[in-house]
């Protein structure tokens, strides 16, 4: 029970990682808030957590709305006492080659996967700020942070930016003993990534040096430790879990 104890809220926690990550929290005894836009996805989520014996909650939210960030910490607060650990994890891909890429997409895949992760890790620190204890904050960056990737623009200067960013609240943040780490995701089989996993299939491009495709529950083991007290004197990096993905391509 290396969570016992604490309060998380998991963004776009109704599907795929942030599904795993709140499940996986609440196997290790953390108290659980999910909050989505996708409220039905959302109440499953907190569903199979409060069947792990610990306090599910969903908040239906747009992670691009500052009211709805500052809602969300509001209403985990008032249901389950306190916020320890905040993943950022909420994100959308648009895919489309460069010279083609509308900028209503772009716009798009700025909004929800930079500024989304901008206004909410606000209003979490503020939150753990004023607690006064400390803190985890976790954002879900990706591989393509570190590896630029063909028809993905937008997504890639998205991650690229969220790594930065978390460099920054890191360094800001480290004063009230609250770390911010990045996640570095591969190639992942979630919804977000079955378009890109079949392509990858029927090119028979490399997925990762390990030969596999990534599980939800991969990320969350790594999610896991960085919220635990384990991870205490952690901050301010990405860590990939991408079986080797970032390193770059295998010789055949
Ligand atoms: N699956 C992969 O291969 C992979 C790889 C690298 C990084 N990631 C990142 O991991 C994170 C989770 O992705 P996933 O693969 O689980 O995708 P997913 O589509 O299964 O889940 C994403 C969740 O975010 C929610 N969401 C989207 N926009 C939102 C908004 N504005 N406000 C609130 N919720 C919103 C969706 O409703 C969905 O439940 C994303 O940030 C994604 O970029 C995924």
Redesign the pocket.
């Known amino acids: 029970m290396r969570l016992a104890g604490k309060v998380a809220l998991v963004?776009?926690g109704?599907?795929?990682?942030?599904r795993g990550v709140a499940i996986r929290f609440a196997e290790e005894g953390a108290d659980v808030a999910v909050?989505?836009?996708?409220r039905q996805?959302a109440e499953e989520t907190a569903a199979e957590v409060r069947r792990l014996q610990t306090r599910g909650l969903a908040i239906e939210?747009?992670?691009?709305s500052r009211a709805d960030c500052e809602r969300i910490v509001r209403e985990t607060v008032a249901s389950l006492g306190k916020l320890d650990i905040f993943v950022a994890?909420?994100?959308?891909?648009r895919g489309a080659p460069f010279l083609e890429l509308a900028e209503d997409d772009w716009e798009a895949v700025i909004r929800?996967?930079l500024t989304?992760v901008f206004l909410s890790c606000q209003a979490a620190a503020r939150q753990m700020m004023g607690q006064g204890h400390g803190g985890r904050i976790i954002t879900?960056a990706?591989?393509?942070a570190e590896r630029a990737m063909e028809w993905m623009a937008a997504y890639c200067a998205s991650k690229g930016a969220v790594r930065m960013l978390t460099k920054v609240m890191a360094l800001e943040l480290a004063p009230h003993r609250i770390t911010v780490n990045a996640i570095g995701?591969?190639?992942?089989d979630?919804?977000?990534?079955a378009p890109l996993i079949e392509m990858m299939k029927a090119a028979q491009a490399e997925i990762a040096p390990l030969g596999r495709v990534g599980e939800?529950k991969d990320v969350a083991d790594l999610a896991l430790f960085l919220a635990s007290d384990e991870a205490d004197y952690v901050t301010g990096g990405i860590i990939f879990v991408d079986g080797g993905l970032a390193i770059g391509p295998r010789r055949r």
Do not use: F
């Not at 939210?61 to 691009?64: E, I, K, P, R, S």
């Not at 994890?89 to 891909?93: E, S, W």
């Not at 979630?190 to 990534?193: D, K, M, N, V």
């Open positions: 963004t776009g109704a599907s795929g990682i942030g909050a989505d836009v996708n996805g939210a747009d992670v691009t994890n909420a994100g959308i891909g929800t996967n989304g879900m990706s591989v393509a995701p591969g190639v992942i979630t919804p977000l990534a939800p």
